[in-house]
Antibody
Framework: QVQLHESGPGLVKPSQTLSLTCSVS??????????WSWVRQAPGKGLEWIGY???????YYELSLKRRATISVDTSRNHYSLKLNFVTVADSATYFC??????????????WGQGTRVTVSS | YVLTQPPSVSVAPGQTARITCGGH??????VHWYQQRPGQAPMVVVS???DRRSGLPDRFSGSNSGNTATLTISRVEAGDEADYYC????????????FGGGTKLTVL
């Protein structure tokens, strides 16, 4: 059974770096059939894609977050991570890690973690 | 690329709910739909326009043509009350994943 599980601090101070990890079980983060993504949802708001990393280590980001976000993979631990620099209160949200099933035509999010709530506050 | 959804749709039990997702020439793209219940992670319900997730009742169906994709829920039940999001992959702009703003389905 494939599962994703987010972990990381629930409180981050403004201007600091938000760091989250998604532990993957039941499959390998090196699989070429999937991408590994982060999505966030501010309280009462919709879903916002942050970015993803392919099995080969290529990354793509939402343009508005590209300068602050970094997604990386640790194959030895079978997990991947998100770092978001210089956070503000606007970055307060529930952060989901999600697996993307990909084809030549399109991608969709076929598996999600339960989400982790992050608050940016001094 | 922008996807536009109505903020809310209300329907009585047993009736049909239609949730739309508008986008320029969206009929040329594959559209995926997610259901999110309060406090839970989203879950795909329909992928590639009309491919229903395994185990989902056939009351859920999808279609996509022209500038509008539609998620149709027939014989709506109280348990269908949730937020629904459409999503496409925008290959033209940095391989973006784009979500619609979401539609809250209320079962009256």
């Amino acid at each position: 059974q494939v599962q994703l599980h987010e972990s990381g601090p629930g409180l981050v101070k403004p201007s600091q770096t938000l760091s989250l990890t998604c532990s993957v079980s039941g499959t390998s983060v090196t699989s070429r059939n999937f991408y590994w993504s982060w999505v966030r949802q501010a309280p009462g708001k919709g879903l916002e894609w942050i970015g993803y990393i392919t099995g080969g280590g290529i990354t793509y980001y939402e343009l508005s977050l590209k300068r602050r976000a970094t997604i990386s993979v640790d194959t030895s631990r079978n997990h991947y991570s998100l770092k978001l620099n210089f956070v503000t209160v606007a970055d307060s949200a529930t952060y989901f890690c999600a697996r993307i099933s990909t084809s030549s035509d399109s991608d969709f999010f076929d598996l999600w973690g339960q989400g982790t709530r992050v608050t940016v506050s001094s | 690329y922008v996807l536009t959804q109505p903020p809310s749709v209300s329907v009585a039990p047993g009736q049909t709910a239609r949730i739309t997702c508008g986008g320029h020439d969206i009929g040329r793209k594959s559209v995926h739909w997610y259901q999110q219940r309060p406090g839970q992670a989203p879950m795909v319900v329909v992928s590639y326009n009309d491919d229903r997730r395994s185990g989902l009742p056939d009351r859920f169906s999808g279609s996509n043509s022209g500038n509008t994709a539609t998620l149709t829920i027939s014989r709506v039940e109280a348990g269908d009350e949730a937020d629904y999001y459409c999503q496409v992959w925008d290959s033209d702009t940095n391989h973006r994943e784009v979500f619609g703003g979401g539609t809250k389905l209320t079962v009256l």
